[in-house]
């Protein structure tokens, strides 16, 4: 997968050596998916994409949303992932994810799923992967989404050599066996989020995770 440069990507993983992050470092993650691309996976997208951040201490709370759904009012970190069943960017056809650029704080990333299905090989002509490619494809789209989301919070932090946050993405790191974000982008990442974070206390009360369950 190739990332459009007006993109920015997304992933995490743990520096090497740095100290790890206080347990209250939490980020908020809206997700859409309003043309019903993976519904019915969602627990294992939110498994693989908690597994990734807390590789480097951060957890996730979650929100489902829906048409009605308000958010970015909360004065924590949260970035809205939306999911399309096609890339409408008008870009090229490698790029799985998006971010675009805004001095707006409104931090929304984008993944196109029939160009994730595209790189890891699916049927282009099926309109819904097959129970069999199923697990295979949440796993990819919620590592993509990742990537997105590390970029979202640090805009200014350009791609890695390797890792999760590598500018292109193959079949083999988004089937793998496990991502991992290297030192220089999981610091950025983590120095990005203490800043826009809430005073530690109010971190603390905001641990709980509000949706749980797949």
């Known amino acids: 997968m190739r990332v459009?440069?007006?993109?920015?990507?997304?992933?995490?993983?743990?520096p090497s050596g740095a100290a790890s992050p206080p347990a209250a470092t939490t980020v908020g993650l809206v997700w859409f998916d309003p043309q019903d691309t993976l519904s019915d996976r969602?627990?294992?997208?939110?498994?693989?994409?908690?597994?990734?951040?807390?590789?480097?201490?951060?957890?996730?709370?979650?929100?489902?949303?829906?048409?009605?759904?308000?958010?970015g009012l909360g004065g924590?970190?949260?970035?809205?992932?939306?999911l399309l069943a096609e890339d409408r960017s008008k870009g090229p056809e490698s790029i799985m994810g998006l971010v675009l650029k805004s001095p707006k704080p409104t931090?929304?990333?984008?993944?196109?799923?029939s160009n994730v299905r595209a790189a890891l090989g699916h049927d282009s002509l099926r309109t819904r992967p097959s129970l069999v490619a199923a697990p295979d494809l949440a796993r990819a789209v919620a590592r993509v989404a990742a990537h997105e989301v590390v970029h979202?919070?640090?805009?200014?932090e350009?791609?890695?050599?390797?890792?999760l946050m590598?500018?292109?993405?193959?079949?083999?790191?988004?089937?793998?066996?496990?991502a991992t974000i290297d030192p220089r982008c999981a610091s950025a990442f983590l120095g990005r989020l203490a800043e826009l974070s809430p005073t530690r206390d109010a971190s603390?009360?905001?641990?709980?995770?509000?949706?749980?369950?797949?």
């Open 4 to 14: 459009h440069p007006t993109a920015l990507a997304v992933l995490l993983a743990v």
């Open 42 to 71: 969602f627990g294992d997208l939110r498994e693989e994409v908690d597994s990734i951040f807390r590789g480097i201490g951060v957890e996730v709370q979650w929100t489902r949303g829906g048409p009605g759904t308000v958010y």
């Open 76 to 82: 924590r970190p949260e970035v809205a992932v939306i």
């Open 107 to 113: 931090r929304v990333a984008w993944v196109f799923v």
């Open 152 to 156: 979202a919070i640090a805009p200014d």
């Open 158 to 163: 350009p791609h890695a050599r390797d890792g």
């Open 166 to 178: 590598s500018q292109a993405l193959s079949r083999h790191f988004l089937l793998g066996e496990r």
């Open 204 to 214: 603390l009360a905001l641990r709980t995770v509000p949706l749980r369950g797949p």
